[in-house]
C-alpha cells in the first residue's frame, strides 16, 4: 500500500480484476490516512483500530443533495492484502462468501481471509444547478486555526493562494471544486514520478507549489492540507485507479496504485476530489467539476432530501 513504491517499480502484477457492465468505473478504495507530519501520511493500523469494527453489513451515510445512481460490481479476482478490502468509491453495500467486517469512522472493508470473489454496489451522484446552489449556499468550515503536522511558512503559503481561489467564507464544497481545478488545470502543474530536490528548509509542499511537478500523493497532500487550512475535514484515500478494460473486466495492477484526497462535505458526506492531472487519472468526478463545465444527465430518481 505504498503508493511512490508501487509507482516507481512499474510492477505490474495484476491485483484486481473487476466485472461490471459499466463502461467507466471509480477507483478501489483499500483505505485511509488522516494523521499527516514531517511530509508523510499514516494510515491507522488495523490492530489498533479492530476494536471500532463492526461486523456486515455495511451501513453507509446516504447523500442527501444530488441524484443517485447505484452500480454492481463484481470482483473476480483479488490479490490485495489481508486484512484490506478494495471496493469502489462510495459503496453502499457489499456482498461475500466470506466473513468481512467494517470501520464506521471511514467506512473501510477489513477481513481476516482474502475475499476471493465479493460483489460491492456503490453510489454514483450528479447534481443540478439547484444542488450546487444548496452545496455553494451552506458554509461548512471550521474555525481556521493551526494545521497539524504543517510548519507555518507552508501554513502561510497555501492560505496565501486560497485567498487568491476562493472567498474566506466559501463552502466546503465551493473550496474543493476551486483547489481541484487549480491543481489540474489552471495552476500549471505537471504530472512526473521525477521529484525536483528541495531547498534548504523547504517543505515537500513547498517544493511542489515552487517546482509544480509531482505525482499523485504531492497533488492529493497539497489539496487536503488547504482544505485543513479552511478547516474543513480532508483525508487522503489510498487505493488504485480502475486500469485497462477488457471485454466486462477491469484488469487492476499494481502500476496502478493511486491516492486522491475525500473532503467532508455537508450534504455529500465524504466525497472523492482528483486534482492530480486527466494524464493520469482521466476525467474527474462529474459532481466535482466546475460550474462551467457539462455534467452528466442521469433518469435515476433523486434522493429527494
Known amino acids: 500500500l505504498d503508493v511512490s513504491k508501487s509507482l516507481e517499480s512499474g510492477d505490474d502484477r495484476v491485483v484486481l480484476r ?3 457492465t459499466t463502461t467507466t468505473m471509480p477507483p478501489m478504495r483499500v483505505t485511509v490516512a488522516g494523521a499527516y507530519s514531517g511530509g508523510v501520511w499514516a494510515a491507522d493500523s488495523p490492530d489498533a483500530t479492530r476494536g471500532e469494527e463492526r461486523p456486515a453489513p455495511l451501513e453507509a451515510e446516504a447523500p442527501e443533495v ?17 486484512p484490506y478490502v478494495a471496493v469502489p468509491v462510495g459503496t453502499r453495500s457489499l456482498s461475500a462468501d ?28 450528479t447534481l443540478s444547478g439547484e444542488d450546487r446552489d444548496r452545496l455553494s449556499g451552506t458554509y461548512d468550515g471550521g474555525t481556521v486555526g493551526a494545521v497539524s503536522g504543517v510548519d507555518d511558512a507552508t501554513l502561510t503559503e497555501l492560505r496565501s493562494i486560497l485567498d487568491t ?27 512526473s ?13 513547498q517544493t511542489f507549489l515552487r517546482t ?25 484515500a489510498i487505493g488504485f485507479l480502475p486500469g485497462q478494460r477488457s471485454g466486462e473486466e477491469f484488469v487492476i495492477r499494481s502500476s496502478d496504485a493511486h491516492a486522491w484526497p475525500e ?35 442521469s433518469t435515476a430518481t433523486s434522493t429527494g432530501r
Not at 464506521?104 to 482474502?114: A, F, M, V
Not at 473532503?263 to 462551467?292: D, H, M, N, Q, S
Request: hydrophobic content about 35%; overall charge neutral; some cysteine.
Open 212 to 236: 509544480k511537478r509531482g505525482y499523485c500523493v504531492q497533488f492529493a497532500t497539497t489539496m487536503l492540507l488547504m482544505a485543513r487550512a479552511r478547516g474543513i475535514p480532508a483525508r487522503m
Open 18 to 20: 473487476v466485472r461490471t
Open 263 to 297: 473532503l467532508y462535505i455537508t450534504g455529500l458526506g465524504w466525497t472523492r476530489f482528483e486534482p492530480t492531472p486527466a494524464t493520469r487519472t482521466g476525467a474527474p468526478p462529474a459532481l466535482t467539476l466546475p460550474r462551467t463545465a457539462p455534467t452528466s444527465t
Open 165 to 191: 481561489l476562493v472567498p474566506e467564507d466559501a463552502s466546503a464544497y465551493d473550496v474543493g471544486v476551486a483547489v481541484q481545478s487549480y491543481l489540474r488545470s489552471t495552476g500549471g502543474f505537471t504530472y
Open 66 to 82: 444530488g441524484t443517485v445512481t447505484s452500480h454492481t460490481v463484481r470482483v473476480v479476482g483479488n490479490d490485495v492484502p489481508v
Open 193 to 205: 514520478l521525477s521529484l525536483d530536490a528541495g531547498l534548504p528548509d523547504e517543505s515537500p509542499v
Open 98 to 125: 466470506e466473513n468481512w467486517r467494517w470501520r464506521p469512522p471511514t467506512g473501510e472493508i477489513r477481513s481476516d481471509e482474502i475475499l476471493r470473489a465479493y460483489s460491492a454496489t456503490y453510489d454514483e451522484v
